[in-house]
């Protein structure tokens, strides 16, 4: 029964009321910028 309603729901759902909204990528450190962060962190 609680699989018709979730099926109903699907079967409703429209893209168009989907918000906009804007990600940026966010990309982890190199190799090299860790190691240099470590280096200043001894020092």
Known sequence: ???KLG???I????KAKLKKSE????T???RETTE???R???S
Request: charged share 35%.
């Open 40 to 42: 200043s962190e001894i």
């Open 11 to 14: 079967d409703n759902f429209s």
């Open 1 to 3: 029964m609680a699989d």
């Open 28 to 30: 982890l450190p190199t």
């Open 23 to 26: 990600t940026q990528e966010n």
């Open 7 to 9: 099926i109903r729901e």
């Open 36 to 38: 240099q962060e470590r």
